[in-house]
């Protein structure tokens, strides 16, 4: 079992910058890919970033592309999210989640984008970005 806490939303100017952290419980989450989703009012949820279990490899969006970063300390059981150059269009309530697993031998954009692939979530944190 795997409990993930989000911390680090908030308000923000549209150009600024927050750091998205998603603290793990649990002695197994460095054997676990992370990601970020978010989603917005009357949206469908949507996949942000993931990086591998080593932190080896990380998947972004096109629309944070460049602009957010994702990265773990594995020995703090943390991942962290974080977002610069922040738009309106970023705003929304960013979940991380665990996947992948050991003994899932998925791999590829596909499978770290997709929710499916994801066994734990945290509830989520507010991201309010003002123009």
Not at 33 to 47: I, L, S
Not at 63 to 71: D, P
Request: hydrophobic fraction near 35%.
């Amino acid at each position: 079992q795997v409990q993930l806490v989000e911390s680090g939303g908030g308000l923000v100017q549209a150009g600024g910058s927050l750091r998205l952290s998603c603290a793990a419980s649990g002695r197994t989450f460095s054997r676990y890919a992370m990601g970020w989703f978010r989603q917005a009012p009357g949206k469908e949820r949507e996949f942000v970033a993931a990086i591998s279990w080593d932190g080896g490899v990380t998947y972004f969006d096109d629309s944070v592309k460049g602009r957010f970063t994702i990265s773990r300390d594995n020995v703090k059981n943390t991942v962290y999210l974080q977002m610069n150059s922040l738009k309106s269009q970023d705003m929304a309530v960013y979940s991380c989640a665990a996947g992948l697993g050991p003994g899932n031998y998925c791999s590829g954009y596909g499978c770290y984008a997709g929710p499916l692939s994801y066994d734990y979530w945290g509830q989520g944190t507010q991201v309010t970005v003002s123009s």
